[in-house]
């Protein structure tokens, strides 16, 4: 077991594994208690139009998914910022447009199919040391941002109306997060595939919620949990030669359902 650490792959795979946890702990957790997931769902799935873009102009697939998604994520919020009830709506829109020019790229790039699975079911064992680094400097303005306007994040994200009332920026920080959220898609995507990419960003969370009495410490166990869910559905995936994003989600699945049995039983026993 130990001799696959010594291969740069995996190597390249569990750092983008740690590295991909700090996002999914931080982001996902905003996401989860300012119940935004459909939105993060409307941005996973509009990227596809970069991944697109990326594979037929033949450039560089990270950066230019993520320069397109930040786009996106905040052509969102410009449309949803005070019009929160047609959010649905727009999301829907960009949606099917980011897929369908995703789609539409992809045929007329040939021999893209490969691609297509990577980007479509996640590709860990593949993500080169350039990456690395780009996800590592993506870690760091997030970090960096959410310490900044911690207080600020709170915030909004239990009382909008007050904090409004207490002068705090919420539209600001709302495209703010909207922005944080399509940079970390594309991080997420890499790692688990665009269809996995919402699971990930809210089943740790949600375990993480049922613990914590602070954002603070649901982030910090959020992050937690990923390293757990991302190691080892990792090494099931290597061992089994199974698609990694299948294997990651469906560690936190299994746990998830676990831990909801589990409390079941305990309340039927508390109350037998």
Known sequence: M?????????????????????????????????????????????????VGIAIFFGLPVMITTIGF???????????????????DTVIGIFWATGMALGIILMDLSPGYRVDLMSYLFGSILSVPGIDIWLMLAVDIVILGLVLLFYKNFL??????????????????LYFLLMAMIGISVVMIIRL????????????????A?????????????????????????????????LTSGATIVGTG???????????RIKKAISTS
């Open 2 to 50: 130990l001799d696959i650490l010594s291969l740069e792959f995996m190597q390249n795979a569990i750092w983008a594994s740690l590295l991909v946890s700090l996002v999914c702990g931080i982001v996902g957790s905003l996401v989860v208690v300012n119940r935004m997931v459909f939105l993060a769902g409307g941005v996973a799935h509009t990227a596809y139009g970069g």
């Open 69 to 87: 998604t930040l786009l996106a994520s905040l052509g969102i919020a410009t449309a949803t910022v005070n019009r929160k009830f047609k959010t």
């Open 155 to 172: 915030a909004i994200s239990f009382d909008q109306e007050f904090a409004r009332t207490r002068g705090v920026p919420v539209a600001g």
């Open 192 to 207: 688990v595939g665009l269809i996995l990419v919402i699971a990930l960003l809210t089943i740790p969370p949600y375990l």
């Open 209 to 241: 919620q049922r613990k914590a009495n602070s954002l603070g410490k649901m982030m910090l166990l959020s992050v937690l949990w990923s390293v757990f869910f991302c190691l080892v559905g990792l090494f099931i995936a290597y061992q089994f030669n």
């Open 253 to 263: 699945s299994v746990c998830l359902s676990l831990m909801l049995g589990w409390d």
